[in-house]
């Protein structure tokens, strides 16, 4: 029989060799994977350990551009070699980051991945867009709770509204700060820290009802739930006041009338009349707080009881708030979305490691330099 036998392992390295990697870069946890998959290889906490210090350090909290860049080096060496195992030499990458990513962190990450690990191509995606690509429709109010902020922006027929975004610093590490205070009082003798806290949170705590929230500031406030054991190396009683109120202040409104009900409908004003109903009627939530149990059932009782208000009822016409189910679990519906653009050809979308290393800068949609109309002058 004549003809070349191929090898079994030639078809696996083919397929390496094609593979996207896809990271969705957040406050607190990383979510990295391929293209094409439905569910990411692994969440890991957005931190590393520092090499001079030996302290864990959150990426974010970087002091200069100088330590930014060898903090993204050394926890994305981790990334690649540790939890994705590849070799990210002349690999193509997709990276989900919000539209408020500020400039120098976007420059420095770019710098590291073609510099330092020499990529292919890489594909800067707006999160809030490419989340809407998991529900198979082209428009919905998407709402991202994750560590730091609640961003809101609405996507409209595949753009988003980008003068009707809302941003509070309304998420997971305002809930900590929250249930920090709140076990001071109550469990001084506990020693409390950030990952004990979003354990007890996310094991014991739960969203209360609106009815049973008016209540709780009241004269006669209802019966706390039970308090439960938290066990460990020291077993902790969590007080049932604790478990309920933790959430609370997402919905508390502060001096300016802000609070998560609220971006919604203040979002929804700032939109054309056409879009508000289409808009209301498709509301995404996606970030790992959303997932809190009685987090959907209350953001809608809370919107249908402020919307009927005399702030917003001249002004909203619309009382029907509907909410999309995604296909996988909130804390990486973004990340799903990234692979699902991954898979795609989009060479306009791709910056190349020749040109970056041409330029020496990433396009930036805020950038006078690459919003031009053809014809005009380049002075301001």
């Known amino acids: 029989m004549s003809g070349k036998v191929s090898r079994p392992y030639e078809n696996v390295r083919c397929l390496l060799e094609k593979q996207v990697v896809v990271l969705d870069i957040g406050a607190a946890y990383t979510k990295f994977g391929y293209a094409g998959e439905a569910t990411p290889r692994g969440i890991t906490k957005t931190e590393i350990k520092c090499t001079e210090t030996k302290k864990i350090r959150p990426i974010f909290k970087y002091n200069s551009v100088d330590d930014l860049y060898q903090l993204l080096v050394e926890f994305l060496h981790a990334i690649f070699f540790k939890h994705v195992v590849i070799t990210p030499k002349d690999k193509k990458l997709v990276v989900l980051e919000s539209l408020l990513t500020p400039t120098k962190f976007r420059d420095t990450l770019a710098k590291v991945l073609f510099k330092h690990f020499e990529i292919a191509s890489l594909m800067l995606l707006p999160s809030h867009l490419v989340t809407i690509s998991t529900l ?40 900590h700060n929250r249930m920090l205070e709140l076990f001071r009082e109550s469990v001084p003798e506990v020693d409390f820290n950030e990952e004990l806290i979003e354990d007890i949170k996310v094991r014991t705590c739960f969203v209360t009802s609106i009815e049973r929230s008016r ?19 020291m077993t902790i009683t969590i007080p049932g006041h604790i478990r309920e109120k933790a959430f609370e202040l997402l919905w508390e409104r502060d001096n300016d009338n802000l609070s998560i009900p609220t971006m919604i409908l203040d979002s929804l004003v700032k939109c054309p009349i056409d879009m508000r109903q289409q808009l209301a009627e498709n509301i995404l939530l996606v970030g790992g707080t959303v997932m809190t149990k009685g987090f959907t059932a209350r953001l809608k009782s809370e919107l249908i009881s402020i919307a009927s208000s005399n702030l917003y009822c001249e002004k909203l016409k619309s009382r029907n708030f509907k909410f999309h189910t995604p296909p996988c679990k909130p804390n990486y519906t973004v990340w799903l979305g990234g692979a699902i653009f991954g898979i795609a050809d989009l060479p306009s979308r791709c910056i190349l490691k020749e040109n970056y290393l041409k330029d020496d800068r990433v396009p930036d949609w805020a950038s006078l330099l690459y919003n031009k109309k053809e014809g005009s002058s380049s002075g301001i």
Do not use: F, M, R
């Open 136 to 175: 198979g429709w082209d428009t919905a109010l998407v709402l991202d709770v994750g560590y730091q902020d609640a961003t809101l922006i609405p996507v409209y027929k595949g753009v988003p509204v980008l003068k009707a975004w809302q941003s509070l610093p309304l998420a997971a590490e305002a809930v």
């Open 215 to 233: 209540k709780l500031e009241s004269q006669e406030p209802p019966v706390p739930p039970p308090s439960v054991k938290y066990p460990g190396l």
